[in-house]
């Protein structure tokens, strides 16, 4: 917890230990942040949003993208509007401050969930992104055989099933495999999300 | 944080955020001298105390726009750093006013040698670090940063290389004299005053100064909001105007004693003026002015914005397969420059993009309608970086 109110860090302190957070460390503004989670691992980190110090966590984020933690702001009365959206969109927490005594258990629970809620989302849009590429990968493999080696379309699945079985391996690392021996580089688009020659 | 209204009670007025830095000055001249009201532009300047919070507030849409590190821009719009907002730059803020400032022991050590062996100063630095058992660390002002970039880009020059035999951190501005001191770092590259600040307390010395690691290297550009952008064309049209007036002022050394008053206000930067003072046009020594208006200062080129995004790629910031000419004309929009002043016979350069580096004196580039003179703007290494066009 990282505060420029002692008696706000104090008075959040004890409603966090009384309510079963078990180890609560306080860290004064402007020592080195970076180190200390690296040292801790804390579970959720709780921040005063008015602290320069922000831009240390900004940095660390991608250090610890394996592990994320849970971000919390405190952030003040003018920022009220910001701190709805910012809470609407789930990606990280903001809170008020004249919130935080009476309500921090709730807050930090919240947190968590959205965070977990946002990691599950997050982990299952790639899942899910990952399955359609392969889906595609398949299709523009079985468009390539029944092209060039005039197949119907059940021959080319079978096709692709079999070498896949054969070798042990997925059907969507077989047709990658014969996408590349037939198309090498010459038609990436490079911007990355889109799969070579798409479009075809 | 600090909600200050040039008009209040107007709905479509534009928020812009803003740090404690010299760089801020166009933004506050242009809103304290009433430039953006004569445009018909109510604005709301938010000083923030963070890069963090300017991304955040930009990408929840809770401001329209902001004086910002051109890398931290693109960061923003790619979706680097959660959530994405696409953001355009039609006006550069900025030239130069970083500076690499070294604990005053290390500093020492390194001009020693430099006037010794007669090199440069960074190897010189390499030098006296190459001996060290401990990895030295240097503290950038974020990640995403002309500071990072061009500090890495000069250390390189000497085979000094962030993450292999040097450590960058980010730490605050505010936090670096204090980092100095306590032997935390060894140095670090961030913004004016900050520097002037670090050596005013005794804690570190000035090594060297964006102009020596790229002469006239471009540093903060002003970003809108994508969709506010689009739907207040003639706000934004008005708010390029007024920030080129500004400019100007603030680019005139019998001006720069008023605009460091101005900017040292409590609710503004809230350190000494004297301090802002060396960082300003017609400073003596001219050690690390800041170039606001002339050498076509504030037109965003698209070959400013190439190199940038082609060293981010460099270090691993972003993913080598980007396109970077594509994002470069996706973000900075010369043609909402030249649509704005057309009408103010400001000389507008007749191309988007320029060599970078190929000039080592004085030149004159080809503009309309007349010609404008621009000044060096080679590397300390001498490459030359010629943009796609």
């Known amino acids: 917890m990282v505060d420029t109110s002692v008696e706000r860090a104090q008075a959040i302190e004890e409603t966090l230990a009384s309510e079963g957070f078990a180890d609560v460390r306080r860290v004064a503004a402007g020592c080195n942040l970076v180190a200390m989670?690296?040292?801790?691992?804390?579970?959720?980190v709780i921040m005063d949003m008015s602290l320069p110090d922000r831009d240390a966590l900004d940095g660390i984020k991608e250090l610890t993208a394996r592990t994320p933690r849970p971000v919390v702001m405190f952030a003040d009365e003018q920022d009220a509007g910001f701190v709805e959206q910012a809470i609407?969109?789930?990606?990280?927490?903001?809170n008020l401050s004249d919130a935080a005594t009476r309500d921090v258990k709730t807050i930090v629970t919240t947190a968590i969930a959205l965070f977990d809620r946002y990691k599950r989302v997050e982990s299952e849009l790639e899942e899910i992104k990952g399955l359609l590429a392969q889906r595609r990968l398949i299709e523009r493999a079985k468009a390539h055989l029944m092209?060039?080696?005039?197949?119907?379309?059940?021959?080319?699945?079978?096709?692709?099933?079999?070498?896949?079985?054969?070798?042990?391996?997925?059907?969507?690392?077989?047709?990658?495999?014969?996408?590349?021996?037939?198309?090498?580089?010459?038609?990436?688009?490079?911007?990355?999300?889109?799969?070579p020659g798409e479009e075809k | 944080m600090n909600g200050r209204s040039s008009h209040s009670g107007n709905t479509s007025r534009l928020k812009i955020g803003l740090l404690r830095l010299t760089d801020s000055a166009p933004v506050i001249v242009a809103c304290e001298l009433g430039y953006f009201?004569?445009?018909?532009?109510?604005?709301?300047?938010?000083?923030?105390?963070?890069?963090?919070?300017?991304?955040?507030?930009?990408?929840?849409?809770?401001?329209?726009?902001a004086v910002i590190l051109p890398p931290l821009a693109f960061a923003i719009t790619l979706g680097l750093r959660q959530p994405a907002q696409s953001l355009v730059v039609p006006f550069s803020i900025s030239m130069g006013g970083n500076t690499v400032t070294l604990s005053r022991e290390l500093a020492d050590e390194v001009q020693t040698i430099a006037l010794r062996d007669h090199v440069p100063l960074v190897n010189a630095l390499a030098a006296t670090l190459t001996p060290k058992p401990e990895r030295p660390v240097f503290a950038v002002v974020h990640n995403y940063s002309t500071h990072d970039l061009l500090l890495r880009y000069w250390l390189a020059t000497a085979g000094i290389i962030a993450g292999r035999n040097a450590d960058l951190v980010v730490i605050p501005p505010q936090r670096m004299v204090e980092a100095l001191q306590t032997r935390r770092v060894s140095?670090?590259?961030?913004?004016?005053?900050?520097?002037?600040?670090?050596?005013?307390?005794?804690?570190?010395?000035?090594?060297?100064?964006?102009?020596?690691?790229?002469?006239?290297?471009?540093?903060?550009?002003?970003?809108?909001?994508?969709?506010?952008?689009?739907?207040?064309?003639?706000?934004?049209?008005?708010?390029?105007?007024?920030?080129?007036?500004?400019?100007?002022?603030?680019?005139?050394?019998?001006?720069?004693?008023?605009t460091a008053a101005l900017l040292s206000r409590p609710d503004y930067l809230g350190v000494d003026s004297q301090a802002i003072l060396s960082s300003l046009p017609g400073a003596v020594p001219a050690m690390n002015r800041t170039v606001f208006h002339r050498h076509a200062a504030t037109f965003p080129w698209r070959s400013h914005a190439q190199w940038f995004l082609g060293q981010m790629q460099r270090w691993g910031l972003l993913d080598a397969p980007a396109q970077t000419r594509t994002i470069a004309d996706r973000i900075y929009r010369p043609d909402l420059y030249r649509r704005a002043v057309a009408a103010?016979?400001?000389?507008?350069?007749?191309?988007?993009?320029?060599?970078?580096?190929?000039?080592?004196?004085?030149?004159s580039l080809d503009a309309s309608p007349r010609p404008i003179a621009m000044d060096a703007d080679y590397f300390c290494d001498g490459a030359v970086f010629e943009p796609s066009d």
């Open chain 1, 37 to 44: 989670v690296e040292q801790l691992s804390p579970d959720i």
């Open chain 1, 147 to 195: 092209h060039n080696r005039r197949m119907t379309e059940p021959e080319a699945y079978a096709w692709l099933r079999r070498r896949a079985m054969n070798s042990g391996r997925k059907i969507a690392q077989i047709a990658a495999e014969l996408l590349k021996c037939a198309a090498p580089e010459t038609d990436r688009t490079g911007a990355g999300e889109s799969l």
């Open chain 2, 344 to 363: 103010t016979g400001e000389s507008v350069p007749v191309a988007d993009v320029k060599p970078e580096g190929a000039h080592r004196s004085t030149w």
């Open chain 2, 187 to 258: 140095g670090f590259c961030a913004g004016a005053p900050w520097g002037e600040m670090a050596v005013r307390a005794g804690a570190g010395t000035t090594v060297a100064t964006s102009r020596d690691i790229w002469r006239n290297a471009p540093e903060k550009v002003f970003a809108l909001r994508q969709d506010w952008a689009e739907s207040h064309p003639g706000m934004l049209e008005g708010a390029v105007r007024a920030l080129l007036r500004a400019a100007r002022f603030c680019d005139a050394p019998e001006n720069a004693a008023y």
């Open chain 1, 88 to 94: 609407a969109a789930g990606v990280c927490s903001y």
């Open chain 2, 37 to 65: 009201a004569e445009e018909g532009v109510q604005t709301e300047l938010m000083v923030e105390p963070s890069w963090a919070n300017i991304a955040d507030k930009l990408a929840y849409g809770f401001s329209d726009a």
